[in-house]
């Protein structure tokens, strides 16, 4: 069975096409569970207007599906409750954006 430690690991391959930044140290997933061979994440992104984010979802599915043993299901979906703010930046993020 994937842990949550692994399907982290992997998102942190996925990038905000417009930030350097992967979306992990983003404070973009919100939660992680897992059901047997089925992964279920939330995620949000840094804007509602966002044009990317079914981009972004879909490639933080596909990594999953492609990079975990035991997954034979992946579940992205985007939410917007609570709102993302850059308190959720990491502090490795922070530094790299030159952001305090």
Not at 38 to 64: D, H, S, Y
Request: aromatic fraction near 4%.
């Amino acid at each position: 069975m994937p842990t949550k430690e692994e399907i982290y690991e992997v998102l942190s391959m996925c990038y905000d096409p417009e930030i350097p930044v992967n979306i992990v140290d983003l404070g973009l997933i919100y939660d992680v569970q897992i059901e047997g061979s089925t992964v279920n994440v939330k995620m949000t992104l840094t804007a509602p207007g966002c044009g990317m984010g079914g981009m972004i979802a879909g490639q933080a599915r596909q990594k999953i599906l492609d990079n975990v043993d035991g997954v034979d299901e992946a579940n992205v979906d985007v939410v917007w409750d609570p709102p993302w703010d850059p308190s959720r930046i990491s502090a490795q993020a922070r530094e790299k954006l030159g952001i305090g």
